[in-house]
């Protein structure tokens, strides 16, 4: 039998053997504010959030400056944007980057990042970051991903986007390049995905198909996909998280408050732990209750030799008498002694 798969963070275990992993994607949701940046943090591990991810990139990095076809958004929630204003508006500025990791430990906080060059990757092995993540558009882009798999380091890549073709080249180049702690993340990368385009079936096949950790990047309003996915075998829940949506910034429509991540945090928990196994005994909890389930009981008082009859027989609430499955073989029957109304039904009342 193959084992379950599970990969480990900064030491904390991942797989469908342990409670869901929560990350709080800050993203751009600092609005160019080092101390929101902080806000942000602590908020979610306030919330209970496991780890706050970063995306490490600058816009000369991810894009060039320039308003040719195809560098201006078209439709969509950032229309009108230019690739490169709308990521110089959105990175997280790299001199941050030291200090949020140190807010990171100080709090209890797991932080990692999305690095999108190479350039990225050396800042993060710098601070000695304990993981990377491919996001979803650069899961295309194996040499990036080659570089990240090369530390050793957990490797977690959202799919978004992807074909199986995709995932396995990018899983391949991963596995080569050396890393053994990959997580698969399922992700539709609509901004935001309407639910009925989550597809989180997916999630289950992906971690067949590849034998890898699985897990959710969500972006759906709210946090039902989220619970639905850990159902469905999702080890690792990620979602965007700002402080108010009000405030406004390019990722705050669809990220969640953090009265929303703190549900989302129990939540998630609570329906990991439900799973449970497969099971048909009953449990502790139920223990107590089968007293309440139906059984066969006399109902009307009966002297020695009296027929067992439909008006004197019946299946009722408690459950200390004989089972109702056997009703039409006691019926007709003469019990061996007088009964009086309310007695459980019981063999020894026979012949």
């Known amino acids: 039998m193959t084992a379950t798969p599970e990969i480990s963070i900064a030491g904390r275990a991942i797989g469908p053997d342990h409670p869901p992993f929560v990350i709080a994607e800050m993203s751009a949701n600092h609005n160019g504010s080092l101390d929101r940046a902080f806000e942000i943090m602590e908020a979610a591990r306030q919330a209970g959030a496991h780890a706050v991810k970063l995306q490490t990139y600058t816009a000369d990095g991810i894009t060039i400056d320039h308003d040719g076809p195809g560098f201006r958004i078209e439709g969509g929630l950032w229309d009108g944007r230019t690739l490169h ?30 690095p999108f060059d190479f350039e990225a990757v050396d800042l993060l092995e710098r601070l000695n970051a304990p993981a990377y993540k491919i996001a979803s558009f650069e899961l295309i882009d194996l040499p990036l991903i080659q570089r990240c798999a090369a530390s050793g380091k957990p490797l977690v890549m959202s799919v978004g986007m992807a074909d199986l073709e995709d995932i396995a080249e990018a899983v391949t180049a991963a596995r080569d390049a050396g890393a053994h702690d990959i997580a698969l993340l399922h992700c539709t990368s609509g901004y935001p995905t309407p639910p009925e385009d989550a597809d989180l079936r997916t999630i289950p ?31 690792l829940i990620e979602k965007h998280f700002t402080l108010r949506r009000s405030d406004g910034g390019p990722d705050a429509a669809f990220s969640l408050e953090p009265d929303e991540l703190s549900a989302l945090c129990s939540n998630v928990d609570i329906a990991w732990r439900a799973l449970g196994g497969v099971r048909y005994e009953r449990s502790e909890s139920e223990k107590g209750n089968a007293q309440f389930r139906r059984s066969l009981y006399i109902v009307e008082d009966l002297a020695e030799g009296g027929e067992l009859t439909p008006t004197n027989l019946r299946s009722i609430r408690p459950g200390f008498g004989l089972s109702p499955k056997y009703y039409d073989m006691l019926i007709g029957k003469r019990v061996n002694r007088p009964l009086t109304r309310g007695t459980p039904m019981s063999w020894e009342f026979i012949g």
């Open 85 to 114: 204003a709308l990521y110089q508006e959105a990175s997280t500025p790299w001199d941050w980057h030291e200090a949020l990791f140190a807010k990171g430990k100080e709090l209890g906080l797991i932080v990692f990042s999305s």
């Open 205 to 235: 096949h992906l971690a067949q198909a590849f034998g890898t950790v699985t897990g959710l990047s969500d972006h759906t309003p709210g946090i039902g996909a989220a619970v639905a996915g850990v159902t469905l075998g999702a080890a």
